[in-house]
T-cell receptor, first 115, second 112 residues
């Protein structure tokens, strides 16, 4: 059972570079989301989606883009990396009936360092 | 805006002890509450989900309760084991929007 798969596990970028963090789930979940986890700040929602073709902003969306062309995939794009985007990024998914009535499943994270 | 607080930030107990982890939230219009476990370098694993109409959920040695009127949830761990050592996070949804808000977690260490 693959669950939620994130790639890569580690990434180092230089300031100004762009990249895409990949997230795929095989549970046919409608809801997918991206969080970043920083020491002392906890988990903060970047973007989320409740189905293919539907995305919305979370708490800290600036500097990030997402798209949802399929149910399975929800990539996160960093447009021009900044040191402030150094963090651990988690993708999560769940069934969706209009609210968080199902457990949220997380990937193992991508540790990103921007120099 | 929903705010979720977990106190203490860290807790150390001897093996076999029963313990309670606390989670407080500011908006009593919470829809449901989830408890997660996070091991070092890993993602979060959902432990228990309490829906709005429920007051508690149990899974093995874990019991989670939700008191919306007081803005509190507790996670009770019975007969703690060293394998229970991890960071435990709670997350609430509802209030002014349907977004999940996480607490910063309690780092639990169970000493053999």
């Amino acid at each position: 059972n693959a669950g939620v798969t994130q790639t890569p596990k580690f990434q180092v970028l230089k300031t100004g570079q762009s990249m895409t963090l990949q997230c795929a789930q095989d549970m046919n979940h409608e809801y997918m989301s991206w969080y970043r986890q920083d020491p002392g700040m906890g988990l903060r929602l970047i973007h989320y989606s409740v189905g293919a073709g539907i995305t919305d902003q979370g708490e800290v969306p600036n500097g990030y883009n997402v798209s949802r062309s399929t149910t399975e995939d929800f990539p996160l794009r960093l447009l021009s990396a900044a040191p402030s985007q150094t963090s651990v990024y988690f993708c999560a998914s769940s069934y969706w009936d209009g609210a968080y009535n199902s457990p949220l499943h997380f990937g193992n994270g991508t540790r990103l360092t921007v120099t | 805006k929903q705010e979720v607080t977990q106190i203490p930030a860290a807790l150390s107990v001897p093996e076999g002890e029963n313990l309670v982890l606390n989670c407080s939230f500011t908006d009593s219009a919470i829809y449901n509450l989830q408890w997660f476990r996070q091991d070092p370098g890993k993602g979060l694993t959902s432990l228990l989900l309490i829906q709005s109409s429920q007051r508690e959920q149990t899974s093995g040695r874990l019991n989670a309760s939700l008191d919306k009127s007081s803005g509190r949830s507790t996670l009770y761990i019975a007969a703690s084991q060293p394998g229970d050592s991890a960071t435990y996070l709670c997350a609430g949804s509802g209030g002014s929007n349907y977004k999940l808000t996480f607490g910063k977690g309690t780092l639990l260490t169970v000493n053999p």
